[in-house]
């Protein structure tokens, strides 16, 4: 079965772009005068481009988090009203917006027609469809509960797509006012002060030493200001760059465990990323060693990762997970008490779940209540910068009203 790329018109005239599968282009004609679509051109999708995970075809979109959770979601529920993979996918890729989206599914959908497996076919495309997800679908698709494994994911999904949410709502109003505050002082320092400054220079008279400091940063500013941005902006492309490479990248992700209050931040954050899908894998049926073989891959941090699959060896030569977790030492206490707790109750995904739970609670607890103090700061912040810029203008001014009353 192939895929085509259509253009169409509706019944109202308006045209209409998709994918469309069908023995031959003359079956896919068919199928879409069935759905009342006037076809206006039908191309072939070429099966190398289909094979490829950044295929041209493909419009180089990737699936967003927030559409792929939605998508699977509708997958989900299609696969739970007893619909065929193939027949799920079908309908699933004519209801997302994403063109890119649509045409992957098609694609996924024409490998599963051809006798691959769903998961199999999800491969091709890596960057949208993790490890994790794969590693998901594989496991329902043996125990014969996809529906159910796809409902799990789908929350597993939503709930992160929450969590980013929450931290970009709360940090988008300190950022804005943060950029006004920047935007504010530069204003002062390369535009009033200079105007300010050269009216005292003409005097002649020794101006006080916080005025001469901020002459010398305004000059500074609208002399070099546009070098100063350049090396900043090269700073941070090599830094970048650096990331890069393994070993820096290793040494950065320690460091960043080792701060006092950050530090704790991160590893409260990914471990709870790691229990949640540890505990969405083991319930939908893969073996703890699997399942923590696909959750290390979520890890972004290298040094966490790394732990984790040591866990894995412990695991192989007999270790439990509790014990594997207490001896990796970058995993908190909640995780490795409710680990142990459920191991020995035989509940061992509620457990991981409860101390994901507890531990995204705390970490949005810490989140609020930082930026509730954030946005103060900023404020004092930015209060006392232009409060030393209008000082320094008026030290020199009570400095004359001064020499002129003595």
Partial sequence: MAVYEYVALDHKGKKQKGVISADSSRQARKDLQERQLMPVSLDKVDKSAEASSLGKWLGGGRIGNKELAMLTRQLATMINAA???????????????????????????????????????????????????????????????????????????????????????????????????VVVVIILMTFIVPKVAGQFESMGQTLPFLTRTMIFLSDMMRDYGIFILLALALAILLFLRQLKQEKFRRRCDGWMLRLPLIGKLV????????????????????????????????????????????????????????????????????????????????????????????????????????????????????????????????????????????
């Fill in 83 to 181: 619909a065929p993979v193939e027949e799920a996918l079908s309908m699933t890729a004519e209801q997302v917006e994403n063109p890119a989206a649509s045409k992957k599914l098609m694609a996924v959908r024409a490998r599963v027609m051809e006798g691959r497996r769903f998961s199999e076919a999800l491969a091709l495309y890596p960057n949208d469809f993790n490890q994790f997800y794969r590693s998901l679908i594989a496991s329902g698709e043996v125990s014969g509960a996809l529906g159910q494994v796809l409902e799990r994911l789908a929350d597993h999904l939503e709930k992160s797509q929450q969590l980013r949410n929450k931290i970009l709502t709360a940090t988008l109003y300190p950022a804005m006012l943060a950029l006004v505050a």
């Fill in 267 to 406: 590893r409260g954050l990914y471990a709870a990323r790691l229990a949640r899908t540890l505990s969405t894998l083991i319930a939908s049926g893969s073996p703890v060693m699997e399942g923590l073989r696909s959750a290390g891959q979520t890890m972004q941090n290298l040094v966490m990762r790394e732990a984790v699959e040591k866990m894995v060896t412990q695991i192989s030569e007999g270790s439990s997970l509790s014990r594997a977790l207490r001896n990796s030492g970058v995993f908190p206490g909640i995780v490795v008490y409710m680990a142990g707790a459920g191991e020995k109750s035989g509940q061992l995904p509620d457990m991981l779940e409860k101390s994901a739970d507890y531990l995204e609670g705390d970490f949005e607890t810490f989140i609020a209540t930082a930026l509730s103090l954030l946005e103060p700061g900023i404020i004092i912040i930015m209060g006392a910068i232009v409060a030393l810029i209008v000082l320094s203008i008026l030290l020199p001014i009570l400095q004359l009203n001064t020499m002129a009353l003595g």
